[in-house]
Every structure is written in structure tokens, then in C-alpha cells.
């Protein structure tokens, strides 16, 4: 599976922003897929995962409540909606697919470039 992940910007506090990850392979239905995200200095997190049949999701704490993670699974694609953002999620946003279900990066085997967001104070 081979990811893209596209949407990133640059945001005021408080505002939105979708980020967007396009994935071929014939697969990609078969995949956990999830967002994880890295800020300059700090070690890279889970944000958000999503069951292969979109049943089923999970978040960080800090961004449950404000961002919702989809999946359409006839596009090959994997959406990232981000509502009132904060300065602290400024990092570079990554796309990953894996096999199983869980939040530790280590167990995702194919992974996106990234996409920078900043959200402005």
C-alpha cells in the first residue's frame, strides 16, 4: 500500500481543516488505517485510528471531541476532520495502514510523507 497524505495549511485557533490521505493497492479495505502526527522536538503520536469497515474509532485524548477520522473505502481514501484547533496541533500529519488494531506506530507497516499543519495563536 502506498499513501498520500494532502489538506495541510496553515489555520487560525479555533478554526477547521481537513486533512486528506490517498492510498492505492488493491488492500486498503482490508487495513487499520490511522493519522499520527509529530511536532518539532516531541516524539511522534497517535491521533486517531479507524477499523477497516469504518466501524470502529479511536482517539488521543487530547483531540477526541474535536477531530473525526472517515474513511471511504470505494475512494481508497482516509479523511482527517479537524475542528477547534488549538496551537498545540501544529505538527506534520501522517497517514498509516496496518494490520492490526492499535495506537503504537510500531505496527504500522506503510506510512505517508506527511502533510504540515500550523494552527496560529
Known amino acids: 500500500v502506498q499513501l498520500q497524505a494532502s489538506g495541510g495549511g496553515l489555520v487560525q485557533a479555533g478554526g477547521s481543516l481537513i486533512v486528506s490521505c490517498a492510498a492505492s493497492?488493491?488492500?486498503?479495505?482490508?487495513?487499520?488505517m490511522a493519522w499520527f502526527r509529530q511536532a518539532p522536538g516531541k516524539e511522534r503520536e497517535f491521533v486517531a485510528a479507524?477499523?477497516?469497515?469504518?466501524?470502529?474509532?479511536n482517539y488521543a485524548e487530547s483531540v477526541k471531541g474535536r477531530f473525526t477520522i472517515s474513511r471511504d473505502n470505494a475512494k481508497n481514501m482516509v479523511y482527517l476532520q479537524m475542528n477547534s484547533l488549538k496551537p498545540e496541533d501544529t505538527a506534520v500529519y501522517s497517514c498509516a495502514a496496518g494490520p492490526w488494531w492499535n495506537e503504537n506506530s510500531s505496527g504500522y507497516a506503510y506510512w505517508g510523507q506527511g502533510t504540515q499543519v500550523t494552527v496560529s495563536s
Open positions: 493497492g488493491r488492500a486498503f479495505s482490508r487495513y487499520v
Open positions: 479507524i477499523h477497516w469497515n469504518g466501524g470502529r474509532t
